[in-house]
Nanobody, 123 residues
Framework: QVQLVESGGGLVQAGGSLRLSCVAS????????MGWFRQAPGKEREFVAG????????YYADSVKGRFTISRDNGKNTVYLQMNSLKPEDTAVYYC????????????????WGQGTQVTVSS
């Protein structure tokens, strides 16, 4: 498995932007599909975005399409989530996750998780 550490969360006003980072340990980072999930209080963890390991193709939840962008730098073992036009409903703990599967969007398909970083969007 790979160890993941997120950073970049914080408090931002509605309409603002944040960039989350997730650094992975291990030399096999490029072999993992990387994903971002989020969990708001009282709600289930939900998929936000993913980037496939083999071709770098990205995919998103409908709720964030056009606002969020996932990217990866295999040389730095890092995956990013650029979040623009933030809304109060984006408030959640955001988790980075790694999967050996091809393009998953379900939490059980991800075997490694970070500790999470809080994102709070004020209205």
């Amino acid at each position: 498995q790979v160890q993941l550490v997120e950073s970049g969360g914080g408090l931002v006003q509605a309409g603002g932007s944040l960039r989350l980072s997730c650094v992975a340990s291990g030399r096999t980072f490029r072999s993992y599909t990387m994903g971002w999930f989020r969990q708001a209080p009282g709600k289930e963890r939900e998929f936000v975005a993913g980037i496939r390991w083999n071709d770098g193709r990205t995919y998103y939840a409908d709720s964030v399409k056009g606002r969020f962008t996932i990217s990866r730098d295999n040389g730095k073992n890092t995956v990013y989530l650029q979040m623009n036009s933030l809304k109060p409903e984006d408030t959640a703990v955001y988790y980075c996750a790694a999967s050996t599967r091809y393009g998953p969007n379900s939490a059980p398909d991800f075997g490694s998780w970070g500790q999470g970083t809080q994102v709070t969007v004020s209205s």
